[in-house]
């Protein structure tokens, strides 16, 4: 199992960033998919979870109507649109199997997002 994440980057307050995660080595389209963010000093936080085919989306409270999970199996990918980016979510941002707070599968290196002027 590999996730790798990419995408990241630095951007201005109410920038926009796309990010990506490639799969492989599971059956990508069988399984929930996450995305997961760290900002420097805390703990993991859950920011939205994918069903496996993209019929059931849920995103946590600060990032709903900004960001937007998406998935391609095609593709083996799953992405995270984010658009009017706040000072407060610059983090880590890393991709997980499985809904949230129900993980498997080893993490990726993660994805930095920083939002400064």
């Known amino acids: 199992v590999q996730l790798v994440e990419s995408g990241g980057g630095l951007v201005q307050p109410g920038g926009s960033l796309r990010l990506s995660c490639a799969a492989s080595g599971f059956i990508f389209s069988s399984y929930y998919m996450s995305w997961v963010r760290q900002a420097p000093g805390k703990g993991l936080e859950w920011v939205s979870d994918?069903?496996?085919?993209?019929?059931?989306?849920h995103y946590v409270d600060s990032v709903k109507g900004r960001f937007t999970i998406s998935r391609d199996n095609a593709k083996n990918t799953l992405y995270l649109q984010m658009t009017s980016l706040k000072p407060e979510d610059p983090a880590l941002y890393y991709c997980?199997?499985?809904?949230?707070?129900?993980?498997?599968?080893?993490w990726g290196q993660g994805t930095q997002v920083t939002v400064s002027s």
């Open positions: 997980a199997r499985g809904p949230r707070g129900y993980y498997s599968g080893p």
């Open positions: 994918i069903n496996s085919d993209g019929g059931r989306i």
